[in-house]
T-cell receptor, first 112, second 114 residues
Framework: DAKTTQPTSMDCAEGRAANLPCNHS???????VYWYRQIHSQGPQYIIH???NNETNEMASLIITEDRKSSTLILPHATLRDTAVYYC?????????????FGQGTELSVKP | DTEVTQTPKHLVMGMTNKKSLKCEQH?????MYWYKQKAKKPPELMFV???????INESVPSRFSPECPNSSLLNLHLHALQPEDSALYLC?????????????FGPGTRLTVT
């Protein structure tokens, strides 16, 4: 699976959009981009995933660049409860093992 | 029901003890996972069960012994652990099969080995 690079930490004001970048310059054509987050003292939580088109669900939007070498997770109106570590993960489409390989992630702090 | 439950929440054990961690899901998922997470580090995969068969063992020491008695339950048996095994142990489940599916995680068991 391709490696990812994320900033170690970011701050965001409550009510503003949080834009979390992820670099995956070695991604191959059969790899998806997944985002999970882990709120302190809880298990990781799935957020969203995509292959090459932009995706949106009730939690977030995922913007993947045309060359697929980077992506941005957008939380449109961040709240204090969005303070967490956000993990960007790249996985093979047919991942028979189901392996999730977590990188170091970005620690997002949403401030009042 | 999209919940994965884990018991106990906290466990303190000595190096000569034998204990077990339990994980349960009722989502009909056929893949289940154990992860280990040290403080300030990301989760690391330990084991994967697919359709109740062990499919991945990430070179985990034999003092950790997984068991999947049925499609809803996953156990992790612990014996002769070391203090460095103290960590948060996370269970997860997913629909399984060769395609990608999101994993649902439990809240974890915080293990302290004394």
């Amino acid at each position: 699976d391709a490696k990812t690079t994320q900033p170690t930490s970011m701050d965001c004001a409550e009510g503003r959009a949080a834009n979390l970048p992820c670099n995956h310059s070695t991604i191959s054509g059969n790899e998806y981009v997944y985002w999970y987050r882990q709120i302190h003292s809880q298990g990781p939580q799935y957020i969203i995933h995509g292959l090459k088109n932009n995706e949106t669900n009730e939690m977030a939007s995922l913007i993947i660049t045309e060359d697929r070498k980077s992506s941005t997770l957008i939380l449109p109106h961040a709240t204090l409860r969005d303070t967490a570590v956000y993990y960007c993960i790249v996985r093979l489409i047919y991942n028979q093992g189901g392996k999730l390989i977590f990188g170091q992630g970005t620690e997002l702090s949403v401030k009042p | 029901d999209t919940e994965v439950t884990q018991t106990p929440k906290h466990l303190v054990m000595g190096m000569t003890n034998k204990k077990s961690l339990k994980c349960e899901q009722h989502m009909g998922h056929r893949a289940m996972y154990w992860y280990k997470q040290k403080a300030k580090k990301p989760p690391e995969l330990m084991f994967v069960y697919s359709y109740e068969k062990l499919s991945i063992n990430e070179s985990v020491p034999s003092r950790f012994s997984p068991e999947c008695p049925n499609s809803s339950l996953l156990n992790l048996h612990l014996h002769a652990l070391q203090p460095e095994d103290s960590a948060l142990y996370l269970c997860a489940s997913s629909r399984g099969g060769p395609m990608l599916h999101e994993q649902y995680f439990g809240p974890g068991t915080r293990l302290t080995v004394t």
